[in-house]
């Protein structure tokens, strides 16, 4: 009897700890939980900031080859004056402007021809120029794009295990759970109405002693 009571006794205490514990766990969940949200947060801002950025570079980049285009154009342009000016046209439709070089003196030509070539220097190396930029703005538009999806690859893992941490929080401490905990340790049944379904439902006088009857 004794050690049954001793029992009993203990169970009450073991219970106790055992709440405590699932509450600490619960506090620790909810921590991270926080912690995790504050991560995710933190992300998109980045990932908002960079994709602003790559945008940036992306429009530099862009007009960057545009203006590289427009140069190529203009020094087609200037290589064909030059061969005009040396008597090698490349079409039938440029013949008349070979006529109006005929027309004009050999000093002129020569003066005409070494304007042309110094032009057409200051462009091969304005397009030397443009192509370095391009190359650079290039590697800045990729780099900004490789940070965009390497931030978004971290806010899907870290989404992920925010809902892997969520499930793990112990529902029951704020419900079932600590129900359940409380009910064994005062000894409440878990459904008043049952106590074992093979002998139907717990009268109103259970738990009561019944007392000896009374002798005449």
Not at 6 to 30: H, M, S
Not at 75 to 91: F, S, T, V
Not at 174 to 203: A, C, D, F, W
Request: glycine share 6%; proline share 4%.
């Amino acid at each position: 009897m004794r050690e049954g009571g001793e029992r009993r006794g203990a169970e009450p205490d073991r219970l106790a700890l055992e709440l405590g514990r699932e509450r600490r766990k619960k506090q620790i969940l909810e921590t991270s939980v926080f912690e995790l949200r504050n991560t995710v947060t933190e992300l998109e801002k980045r990932l908002s900031s960079v994709e602003d950025e790559g945008s940036e570079w992306k429009t530099r980049y862009e007009t960057q080859v545009e203006l590289n285009k427009q140069l190529e154009r203009q020094i087609n342009i200037l290589q064909d004056k030059m061969e005009l000016i040396r008597g090698n046209p490349a079409g039938r439709n440029k013949l008349s402007i070979v006529r109006t070089f005929d027309q004009m003196p050999v000093g002129s030509l020569k003066e005409v021809l070494k304007q042309l070539e110094e032009e057409k220097k200051s462009l091969q190396n304005q397009l030397k120029d443009y192509e370095l930029r391009l190359e650079q703005e290039a590697k800045a538009y990729h780099k900004a794009n490789d940070e965009r999806r390497m931030y978004l690859s971290e806010i899907l893992q870290t989404s992920a295990t925010l809902q892997i941490v969520e499930r793990q929080k112990p529902g029951a401490l704020t419900g079932k759970g600590e129900n359940q905990i409380l009910r064994g340790r005062y000894n409440v049944p878990g459904n008043p109405k049952m106590v074992n379904p093979q002998k139907g439902s717990i009268k109103k006088t259970v738990g009561v002693k019944q007392l000896p009857r009374l002798k005449d």
